[in-house]
Nanobody, 118 residues
Framework: QVQLVESGGGLVQAGGSLRLSCAAS????????MAWYRQAPGKQREMVAV???????NYADSVKGRFTISRDNAKNTVYLQMNSLIPEDTAVYYCNAIRLRLTTYTYWGQGTQVTVSS
């Protein structure tokens, strides 16, 4: 069981930046993919960015060019650097980890609130 703890959320003005962190309870080098999702009030949870164990990244169209996902295996931490924030980025952001074995294991953090004021 992988425990994920997010931090770094908060209130920021439009145009500002935040960096989210997701600390894992064990080595992330054995985790096949880690991702950030977000869920705004009244909307479905959506994938924001994903990074594989090999370093391949993918982003939702809405955040391309503004957000960057990265991982530090030595610190067992994944980051989401968010720049040029807009009010539409307001949501609870969740860290996600997927471990592929004979079964797919999916783990979630508790979420961190990001609020962007106009």
């Amino acid at each position: 069981q992988v425990q994920l703890v997010e931090s770094g959320g908060g209130l920021v003005q439009a145009g500002g930046s935040l960096r989210l962190s997701c600390a894992a309870s064990e080595s992330i080098s054995s985790i096949n993919a880690m991702a950030w999702y977000r869920q705004a009030p009244g909307k479905q949870r959506e994938m924001v960015a994903v990074i594989t164990s090999g370093g391949t990244t993918n982003y939702a169209d809405s955040v391309k060019g503004r957000f960057t996902i990265s991982r530090d295996n030595a610190k067992n931490t994944v980051y989401l650097q968010m720049n040029s924030l807009i009010p539409e980025d307001t949501a609870v952001y969740y860290c996600n980890a997927i471990r592929l074995r004979l079964t797919t294991y999916t783990y979630w953090g508790q979420g961190t609130q990001v609020t962007v004021s106009s």
